[in-house]
């Protein structure tokens, strides 16, 4: 593959050229970040991604928004700080999409582990966080840090059957919709000017000289585009190596994967549970839970990363012996998650089966002697947007850019507060009576943008209705197609929605997004035996077919 093409073979290309003052490569969590921060920065801007907005790493995750308790173990108080306050700009960006929720850990066999220590971090947690709800509602407070007796975890946790003393308890953030999260940010960097392609493919490089000018891409109806720009972020994670290859040494992955199971042991709460070297997360989810994280070293096409049945039966061995009690079966697993990271080091400089706990920002001036290029990557949801909006001000002072404001507009779907109450107000004015449910889940994935929803249900009334099994009214299918850039019936399942992020909906439900996508959409026959397909084998790639 050439992997970077002179500007002057170009010169007679009748390809058009927008330029851009930053293009993007890559869609998940901190291309779409980059993107917005950039737009909002009065940048001009271009996102693109091979596939679906957060369709890849981004979709492996536990939705956790984590305060950096972790890091006062290693008295890392600076990253401590930045998770504090990187939770809390996410409560405030995007409240509709976000809560506080309690998590556990429980006493063990060594002294960091013990009542003491635990009750010696607690203090420290409350202190170091000590402005965790400045500036927030009622609705996302985060509580004090505290310590449970052995008495406490019998009458709270009465079905656990945990052998330990005592607990920490402390409260974090829950992401509800990590994939509309995302897409909040990318719609966001829309709103405010962006040109945001999904199903855009970069091919190579535009060089001219030792600077890079941008990319060479293909879109989605596989049209050639030269898409220029003065400065370029890859944001594409595992296949960063894909368009500059470091010869110089070759860069580690690590396969990462979650499973989610329709059982649930701890409530409401989510729970670590630690034996020797194994550390896995409880984070209760629709009414389940989901499991992880467990890491491979991955080697291979990046594209063909797919969790094996194998694996989940692994995993399950491994939760088991973990936790007797859970009594895992295979049957147990509906979903799961699978995606590819930046892997850790050990000292001597060898790829440890860990993902980097760091930001990695690459600026390939320095690596490669070619200016305009810099790569971005990262594994958590926590600190992206608050990395991004640093990496912006890097950029912006590189392309001499003065950012004029410090208060951006507000997040797609966070631009007023509102709730089910106005929801169910309006949407009965429209003449539209959903039910209550339905409500909650547009209010908890749309937010202010709601009267869109409503607009397309009083279109037809059978996109009022709801789709079989869930809350979600068919006029969200039709929201995806017309104001969300849902390309395929995939989009919406796993990524627009959560329909089909628990469980499979079901043959029928598919059967019925992909009926309303080919009205909207005019496909045929064969397009859409091609879209019930791709579903089938999103779930095939996850470790099993659908049940």
Not at 268 to 276: A, I, K
Request: proline share 4%; hydrophobic share 40%.
């Amino acid at each position: 593959m050439d992997r970077g093409t002179d500007r002057q073979r170009h010169g007679a290309s009748n390809m058009k050229c927008p330029g851009y003052d930053v293009l993007i490569i890559g869609a998940g969590i901190y291309g779409a970040t980059l993107a917005c921060r950039a737009a909002q920065a009065g940048l001009k801007t271009a996102l693109i991604d091979k596939g679906d907005f957060g369709g890849e790493a981004s979709a492996n995750s536990l939705k956790i928004l984590h305060g950096g308790l972790r890091y006062l173990q290693q008295f890392d108080l600076p990253r401590m700080r930045e998770s504090i306050k990187a939770r809390r700009d996410a409560f405030s960006a995007l409240p509709y999409l976000t809560r506080p929720a309690r998590f556990i850990a429980f006493t063990g066999n060594n002294v960091k582990r013990s009542r003491l220590a635990f009750g010696v971090a607690g203090i420290f947690n409350d202190i170091i966080s000590f402005d965790r709800n400045r500036g927030l509602p009622a609705s996302h407070i985060i509580g004090r840090t505290a310590t449970w007796s052995r008495q406490d975890i019998l009458k709270c946790l009465p079905d656990a059957d945990i052998d330990a003393d005592g607990a920490l308890v402390w409260s974090d953030g829950i992401i509800d919709n990590t994939e509309r999260f995302t897409l909040a940010y990318v719609m966001s960097a829309k709103q405010s000017g962006a040109t945001v392609m999904n199903y855009t493919k970069a091919i190579s490089l535009i060089k001219s000289g030792s600077r890079i000018e941008g990319v060479n891409a293909i879109d989605a109806d596989g049209n050639p585009l030269e898409l220029c720009a003065r400065f370029t972020i890859n944001a594409t994670g595992g296949w960063l190596d894909g368009l500059l290859p470091d010869q110089s040494r070759p860069r580690a992955y690590v396969k990462a994967y979650n499973l989610v199971v329709n059982r649930n042991w701890f409530g409401d709460f989510g729970v670590g549970l630690e034996r020797g070297k194994r550390n896995y997360f409880f984070a209760p989810w629709h009414g389940g839970t989901m499991i992880g994280t467990e890491y491979k070293l991955f080697t291979g096409d990046v594209d063909a990363c797919k969790l094996t049945s194998q694996e989940i039966e692994e995993f399950i061995s491994a939760v088991n012996e973990l936790y007797p009690q859970a009594g895992l079966a295979i049957n147990d697993v509906v979903f799961s998650h699978v995606g590819i990271l930046p892997a850790a080091y050990d000292k001597r400089g060898n790829p440890e089966p860990l993902p980097s706990g760091k930001i990695q920002i690459i600026d390939y001036r320095s690596s490669h002697s070619l200016d305009g290029y810099m790569a971005v990557s990262g594994v958590k949801y926590t600190t992206a947007d608050f990395r991004a909006s640093k990496v912006i001000k890097l950029v912006s002072k590189k392309l001499q850019h003065s950012i004029q404001t410090e208060e951006f507009p507000a997040l797609y779907g966070a631009e007023k507060p509102c709730d089910t109450g106005m929801f169910l107000r309006d949407a009965g004015a429209a003449g539209w009576r959903p039910e209550q449910e339905t409500a909650n889940w547009i209010i908890a994935n749309y937010g202010a943008r709601y009267p869109e929803l409503i607009d397309i249900a009083i279109e037809r009334e059978k996109w009022r209705t709801r789709l079989d099994g869930s809350p979600i009214p068919a006029a969200a299918v039709v929201h995806a197609i017309r104001r969300e850039m849902a390309h395929h019936a995939t989009d919406f399942i796993f990524r627009r929605t959560d329909l089909g992020t628990f469980k499979h909906p079901g043959n029928e439900t598919v059967e019925t997004v992909i009926a309303i996508m080919a009205e909207m959409n005019n496909w045929n026959r064969t397009r859409m035996d091609g879209e019930r397909m791709a579903v089938e084998n999103h779930y095939e790639k996850l470790g099993f077919r659908s049940k």
